[in-house]
C-alpha cells in the first residue's frame, strides 16, 4: 500500500445502471497531486478504482491518539443512513429475485 498525501482527495460513488454492469457500484478516489516538477497544476490522477454490489460506506473518524472514534460531524444523519440501509436491502431482494 502506498501512503499518497495530495491537494485533495475525491471519493466518487458511482451506481452503476447497465444491466450489462461489471458492478452495481463503482468507486473512483482521484487525488490532486502537489505542484512539482513535472507535474501540470490541476491535474487529477485515480488513485483506485473499485467495484462491488453492495452500496459502499463511507465513514469519516477522528483519531483521538490513544483510540479512533466516528465523527458524526461529517457522517450520514440518521434518516440518510436509514434511507441507505433501506435502499441495501431493496437492492438485495431485486439482485437475489
Same mark, same amino acid.
Given at each position: 500500500?502506498? /501512503? /499518497?498525501?495530495?491537494?485533495?482527495?475525491?471519493? *466518487?460513488?458511482? $451506481?452503476?445502471?447497465?444491466p450489462d454492469a461489471?458492478?452495481?457500484?463503482?468507486?473512483?478516489?482521484? +487525488?490532486?497531486?502537489?505542484?512539482? *516538477?513535472?507535474?501540470?497544476?490541476?491535474?487529477?490522477? /485515480?488513485?483506485?478504482? /473499485?467495484?462491488?454490489?453492495?452500496?459502499?460506506?463511507?465513514? +469519516?473518524?477522528?483519531?483521538?491518539?490513544?483510540?479512533?472514534?466516528?465523527?458524526?460531524? +461529517?457522517?450520514?444523519? *440518521?434518516? $440518510? $443512513?436509514? +434511507?441507505?440501509?433501506?435502499?441495501?436491502? $431493496?437492492?438485495?431482494?431485486?439482485?437475489?429475485?
Open positions: 500500500m502506498s /501512503i /499518497i498525501k495530495p491537494q485533495v482527495v475525491e471519493i *466518487e460513488i458511482q $451506481e452503476q445502471t447497465d461489471a458492478s452495481h457500484w463503482m468507486t473512483i478516489v482521484k +487525488y490532486s497531486p502537489e505542484p512539482k *516538477e513535472g507535474v501540470m497544476e490541476g491535474s487529477v490522477e /485515480i488513485a483506485k478504482i /473499485i467495484l462491488t454490489d453492495h452500496d459502499p460506506i463511507v465513514r +469519516y473518524t477522528k483519531d483521538l491518539g490513544d483510540k479512533i472514534v466516528d465523527n458524526p460531524k +461529517y457522517g450520514l444523519s *440518521e434518516k $440518510e $443512513e436509514l +434511507y441507505r440501509q433501506l435502499r441495501r436491502k $431493496e437492492f438485495q431482494t431485486v439482485k437475489d429475485n
